[in-house]
């Protein structure tokens, strides 16, 4: 009998087990420091682990945490599995003819969920998916899960990329999750054992945990939501950033997509932000255009870009006249008007120089003057 010819995906395959196979030996074995075609996030876990004194012929154990320990971890991410879960359920269907499942940990690598076919009678599977088992990189060594949680980015682990050599069995697509104030609350994975390569599945899994980060967002306490995106794209898809203000126009979440279109919201885990802050409106002007039946407009920011918004109002209740700065706030307010306040802002925050506001605002000190009708200083 004639044995099958090799495909070119299988040849790919294998290529690509044998690319893992020497760079095992090179780093793990002969202890190289010659690079290697493996991810750089690979790496660095590899080293992680050889510091901290784990070796790669050890049996990785899969341990789950005390009793107190889960009962602990369920209240502290309860929020997180109930806001999750339906997404989980989609994704699960989405995967069940790949033969991948779905593992959900909190921010320290915690199982807290799970979904998609998981086959209990492999011990494989059943081990790495039992709510409270601790999968952190402490643990069990490289994975999609500790790799995530520490690179704070999507990644892609195949086979012998995994650090412990019982851990080869597994394929794993991970994206951390971000919750309202930026700060990751948890981690999305994608799991096979001795499944076929799917980087593809990267892309998903970085999806839903974007929609998961998203629907955190939105379960916050807000009166108002706008979602933000750059001019010619179309609003209202997850691709948007999304802002949630409250009635006295405090920024209570926000989505990673609009910290990365706003510089004043990254890395703003830890201080409160104002709306008057990031957007050169006035706070009036974005409760009126929710209001409106055509509730979208331009958004100046103060680093002189803009983005188109869309304004969408929790709860419909009259506001109180505190939001009314003196500035003009119906929905026809002028370029011109825009402009000035963002020339007076800028002066502000200069403390009054005007050739460092001008400076930053990238226009002469003569415009300044001339737009806020003063006479140039000699």
């Known amino acids: ?55 790669p012929d050890r049996v990785a154990e899969f341990d789950v ?60 599977a059943d081990l790495i998916t039992r709510i409270g088992t601790d999968l952190s ?28 050599s019982n851990t080869a069995v597994y394929s794993c697509a991970g994206a951390p999750v971000f919750g309202p104030n930026g700060s990751c609350v948890g981690m999305l ?29 939105l379960a916050q306490a807000h009166s108002l939501l706008l979602r933000l995106n750059w001019p010619g794209n179309a609003l209202g898809s997850d691709g948007d950033g999304m802002v949630c203000l409250d009635a006295d126009g405090w920024i209570t979440g926000a989505n990673g997509v609009a910290r990365q ?3 004043e919201l990254m890395g703003a885990q830890a201080r409160q932000v104002h709306a008057s802050d990031v957007f050169g409106v006035p706070l009036q002007m974005l409760f009126d255009a929710a209001r409106r039946s055509h509730n979208t407009l331009e958004v100046p920011l103060w680093t002189g870009l803009r983005l188109q918004a869309l304004v969408v109002e929790a709860a419909h209740e009259n506001l109180p006249s505190r939001y009314d700065v ?38 002469s000190r003569a415009t300044v003057y001339r737009k806020l009708g003063r006479k140039p200083k000699t």
């Open 326 to 363: 003196g500035v003009p706030t119906s929905s026809a307010i002028g370029l011109k008007d825009l402009e000035t306040a963002l020339i007076h802002k800028a002066v502000e925050q200069a403390r009054g120089n005007v050739s460092q506001a001008a400076q930053a605002l990238g226009i």
């Open 261 to 263: 279109m706003v510089p």
């Open 137 to 164: 990189e402490q643990r069990v060594g490289t994975t999609a899960i500790g790799s995530a949680l520490t690179e704070q980015q999507p990644v892609w682990l195949h086979r012998g990329e995994h650090f412990f």
């Open 1 to 55: 009998m004639v044995p099958p010819k090799s495909t070119p995906v299988a040849a790919s395959q294998n290529a690509r087990l044998e690319t893992i196979a020497a760079a095992r030996k090179a780093l793990l074995v002969d202890r190289s420091t010659t690079s290697t075609p493996l991810a750089p996030w690979v790496e660095r876990s590899w080293q992680r682990c050889l510091q901290s004194g784990l070796m």
């Open 189 to 217: 994975d994608l799991t096979g054992i001795d499944a076929v390569e799917r980087p593809e599945l990267s892309h998903l899994v970085t999806q839903v945990a974007g929609k998961i980060g998203n629907a955190l967002v």
């Open 65 to 124: 945490i005390s009793a107190n320990h889960i009962r602990h971890t369920n209240d502290g991410n309860a929020h997180l599995v109930q806001t999750a879960k339906p997404l989980l359920e989609k994704l699960g269907k989405a995967i069940v003819n790949t033969g991948y499942f779905v593992i959900l940990t909190n921010q320290h690598g915690v199982v807290v969920d799970v979904n998609g076919p998981i086959d209990r009678s492999d011990r494989r």
